[in-house]
């Protein structure tokens, strides 16, 4: 079984809501797959139905091979599987160690095993020295490490991550992601939703885009990004910063971003020769100017449009 | 099964560190039997058997239904239950753990009541039947809150509370404490059977040599209360789940 989660054919109702409409895809054993869509397209539905929380209303879910529709099935993979779910807390009356002695103890863990893994993991997420202080008085970044450490308590093979690093500080967002980086490093799994672009580009070695409750699109980074043609843009600051769009003749479109401007191109050897042409006739100094090849968040702009769902 | 009883009591030392110093628990839990109980008590001559079981009855009764009804509500507004349930336990392991969180509760404050309460009462009551009788009570009341906390399935603690306030005053006034069950008109007899409580209050009576109903039907029926309750509200629990989390 070269697969860690395997799901055919789900399709969720709320009511009368296609919430989730006959989504398939595996992630296979040891890559870090990302699962990208806006507001409302179904992803934490997925998740949740991945998980158990949720039961279809039909298709197949196999996750470390155990058929997720099975209840007994269903408690082997968790026990299995650390699971940080969509703006999950940790208990806030509790301190650091007890949500951990907790989680290790539901986990069927030994008391010597939690104690050595609560503390590895403590120190692995900055919060050793606040392990005996309750998590209410937790930053929102410290709670978040917190959850993602009680996910990994019991040394899972898999990690189902809703939103790991949403609204996070840059230092906890980076400690996450360092983090999942060496999970995988270390053979295991990662499944994860996320909104951030960066974050799904930067991590994920393959990404499937949800929209409306379909799955409109599953491959590599790159190869995603290829299906934007024209998308190949020259950014260019000037001092003082002034561009007439009319005087570029290769640009397709043209963006003013503050002090900067973004200039789309089909060629872009072109579109820097005028550009540098542009600044010494009109008197200007050249800031900075490089090519940009077209990013995930223009893959996810053009297969998703503008709009939430 | 020893691993799912091991996993359930971790939820119920959670439950404990958590929810038994809240205000509401000690409220409806503590205070309000305390001064229920003076209300009980106050301008009226009773003997100290009497009071003994009044006392008992409602400690018993309040105490283990303080915690059980808000602990789901209370998880879903901190946004941790989802986090519990998947965990590798079942639902019916995190409700068997909120159960005994209700039942440690119950027994502890009940005992810790009763006990100093025979001594100044001098009252003496067949200790076997007293601790039997209210084991099995404490334990039908505290799975009465695994249903209490069934339906609906909100995230506010309040509405729950509102809710199994008006279930357990009914209740408890048609029980047999503030009325012995056989002053109770024929159809107010009849009505009191559908009260777990009333098998409680009779057995406490028959431990000190005066109940009603054979001591049999007492203990069976607070038994029968109690399986019926647990797995009544875990079906309802199992069948709203979803309408948590949509």
Redesign the interface.
């Given at each position: 079984m070269d697969n860690a989660i395997e799901v055919v054919g789900l399709t969720k109702y709320?009511g009368s809501f296609l919430a989730v409409d006959n989504v398939s895809f595996e992630v296979k054993k040891g890559e870090i797959f990302g699962f990208l869509g806006p507001n409302g397209a179904g992803k934490t539905t997925t998740v949740?139905t991945i998980?158990?929380?949720?039961?279809p209303n039909s298709g197949e879910i196999r996750v470390l091979g155990y058929d997720m529709l099975d209840?007994r099935e269903k408690?082997?993979a968790?026990?299995r599987t650390g699971?940080v779910?969509?703006?999950?807390?940790?208990?806030?009356?509790?301190t650091a160690m007890?949500n951990l002695r907790?989680?290790g103890?539901?986990?069927?863990m030994g008391r010597r095993e939690i104690e050595r893994r609560s503390v590895e993991l403590l120190k692995l997420f900055d919060l050793y020295e606040k392990r005996n202080v309750k998590v209410k008085a937790f930053s929102k970044g410290m709670k978040q490490r917190l959850?993602l450490a009680?996910a990994m308590i019991s040394d899972p093979e898999l990690l189902i991550l809703d939103e790991p690093t949403s609204g996070l500080d840059v230092l906890s967002a980076r400690l996450i992601k360092d983090v999942i980086r060496e999970e995988k490093r270390k053979g295991k799994t990662i499944f994860m939703t996320t909104h951030n672009m960066v974050d799904a580009n930067e991590l994920c070695e393959r990404i499937g885009i949800i929209r409306r409750g379909k799955l409109i699109a599953i491959d590599t980074p790159e190869k995603l990004k290829q299906l934007v043609k024209g998308s190949v843009s020259v950014e260019v600051s000037f001092e003082p910063m002034k561009l007439d769009p009319s005087e570029i003749a290769s640009a397709t479109r043209v963006e003013l971003m503050g002090d900067k401007a973004r200039v789309f191109t089909n060629d872009p050897d072109a579109t820097v020769k005028e550009l540098v042409h542009y600044a010494e006739r009109n008197n200007l100094r050249i800031v900075s100017l490089r090519t940009l090849s077209p990013s995930l968040e223009d893959v996810f702009i053009k297969l998703v449009g503008e709009g939430n769902d | 099964m020893i691993e799912t009883l091991k996993r359930s009591f971790a939820i119920a030392k959670k439950d404990m560190r958590i929810f038994y110093l809240k205000g509401p628990v000690v409220i409806m839990g503590l205070l309000f039997p305390f001064f229920l109980f003076l209300a009980f008590m106050i301008g009226r001559n009773l003997s100290g058997g009497h009071l003994l079981v009044g006392l008992t009855a409602m400690t018993a009764f309040f105490t283990s239904t303080a915690v059980g009804p808000t602990i789901i509500p209370w998880e879903c507004r901190g946004r941790t239950f989802e986090r519990l349930i998947t965990a590798p336990v079942s639902l019916t392991t995190v409700l068997l753990g909120d159960f005994q969180a209700s039942l440690y509760f119950g027994l502890a404050i009940t005992f810790a009541i009763a006990v100093p309460a025979m001594l100044y009462l001098s009252v003496r009551p067949a200790i076997w039947l007293f601790v039997l009788s209210t084991l099995l009570a404490v334990g039908c009341f505290s799975a009465m809150t695994v249903l209490m906390s069934s339906y609906p399935p909100t995230d506010v603690p309040a509405d729950v509370m509102m809710l199994s306030s008006l279930v357990k005053f009914s209740l408890l006034f048609i029980s047999g404490i503030f009325v012995p069950i056989e002053n109770l008109p024929a159809y107010g007899r009849w009505i009191s059977l559908v009260s777990p409580l009333t098998y409680y209050v009779d057995a406490l009576r028959h431990s000190l040599g005066k109940g009603y109903l054979p001591v049999w039907l007492d203990l069976l029926m607070l038994a029968l209360f109690g399986f019926a309750f647990f797995f009544t509200g875990t079906a309802i629990h199992r069948k709203v789940l979803e309408r948590r989390f949509t």
């Open positions: 709320y949740r998980t158990g929380v949720l039961r209840e408690i082997k968790r026990e699971i779910p969509e703006m999950a807390n940790p208990y806030v009356d509790l007890q907790l989680m103890e539901l986990y069927g959850i009680m | -």
